[in-house]
């Protein structure tokens, strides 16, 4: 019964030694807690999560409008970030929920159709800040290695169709919650209290449709982490390369500067993702695992392992904001321009390019990005 307990958050699953915690006793019955974990535990994690809430809800929000608000900030690079910005907000529109079910898994009082939407909303989201995570990972591949193939095939517009692709993928791929979680009654013979809990069918489980879930988001995740060790790797190599040329000038000299930068904090960027990532999907396959074998062991390492991963998964959606303002100048300024502490705007880059029009305008502002 623990691995039927949401699908994005088996967080909310029970230890084996939780189900007789805060019982009370009615004749020969044990009755269910109403939550899993020990109150000091609990009101932890809340302001942990809490204090993440109003960081990353600032944070993605200045994000959005700095992206939006500054014409020299519309680069091909920024709109990727723009749209990891609005993910991340959507995952913050769900933690009230999340900590609801934490608090008080049992009954759940708002509905089947909310129960779904909410779990629906975090998985699909998180399917597109790893997409477009990916996406920005090949842009950069592209505007470093083959400059000039890049300069004919990034555009603002087919970068902005591409992310329209990749949240429709993302919808699509997240579309199972919807037969998977569900609102359902605790069939033990507790009838004296109301057992409806938001948590993975039992159609889900028996029907193996959860194990198929459980490896398509390892997918998710898995390939586009070698696929970002590949591509980061190969350009280390190249700007490593190009480093120790003699005969360079100055405007790729230059170039190569600001594209560094762009890499360090988009490496940050992708380590952080990785990072607060793992733990989950160890949590997860710790949880499918003990479907087939039953252990007290994996039950409770894989309840407390996703019970690290609830406090990141929120850090997760609140600390790009926090890297784009400690590694990159451009956002800084652009940051102190929103609050109105400076109305100096940053010089744009003249290229030979940039003479061109708009359809190269998109690479070469690329290249310079945050």
Request: charged fraction near 15%; include cysteine.
């Amino acid at each position: 019964q623990a691995a039927q307990r949401g699908l994005r958050s088996p967080k909310i699953g029970v230890p084996l030694t939780a189900r007789t915690h805060n019982a009370t006793n009615f004749g020969d019955f044990d009755f269910p807690p109403l939550n899993y974990y020990s109150i000091p535990l609990l009101t932890a994690i809340t302001i942990a999560c809490t204090l993440l809430f109003l960081v990353g809800v600032a944070g993605n929000v200045m994000t959005i409008l700095v992206v939006s608000k500054y014409r020299d900030m519309r680069t091909t690079t920024n709109l990727y970030l723009c749209s990891m910005a609005v993910s991340d907000l959507l995952i913050f529109v769900c933690m009230p929920l999340d900590l609801y079910r934490m608090w008080r898994y049992r009954p759940w009082r708002f509905g089947d159709a909310l129960c779904k939407l909410f779990q629906f909303v975090s998985e699909s989201c998180t399917y597109s800040t790893i997409l477009s995570i990916t996406a920005l990972s090949v842009e950069r591949y592209l505007a470093i290695c083959f400059p000039l193939r890049a300069k004919a095939l990034v555009t603002k517009r087919r970068v902005r169709a591409l992310i329209l692709l990749l949240w429709t993928v993302s919808l699509l791929s997240a579309g199972p919650v919807f037969v998977m979680v569900g609102v359902e009654r605790d069939n033990t013979g507790f009838y004296l209290e109301d057992t409806r809990e938001c948590k993975m069918t039992h159609y889900a489980v028996e029907s193996g449709l959860m194990g198929a879930m459980v490896w398509l988001s390892s997918v998710f995740f898995f390939m586009p982490v070698f696929c970002l060790t590949v591509l980061y790797s190969l350009i280390g190599r190249r700007l490593w390369q190009r480093h120790r040329e003699t005969n360079m000038s100055s405007r790729v000299a230059h170039r190569d500067k600001s594209n560094r930068q762009t890499i360090k904090m988009l490496v940050v960027v992708v380590l952080a993702f990785v990072l607060c990532w793992l733990p989950f999907h160890v949590g997860r396959y710790l949880q499918f695992r003990s479907l087939d074998a039953p252990s007290r062991l994996l039950s409770t390492l894989s309840e407390y392992c996703s019970l690290v991963s609830v406090v990141l998964f929120y850090l997760s959606a609140a600390i790009n904001p926090i890297l784009y303002n400690t590694m990159s100048w451009k956002y800084r300024g652009a940051a102190a321009r929103l609050f109105g502490l400076t109305d100096t705007q940053p010089p744009r880059c003249r290229t030979a390019s940039t003479l061109k029009g708009d359809s190269s305008n998109g690479w070469t502002e690329s290249t310079v990005s945050f």
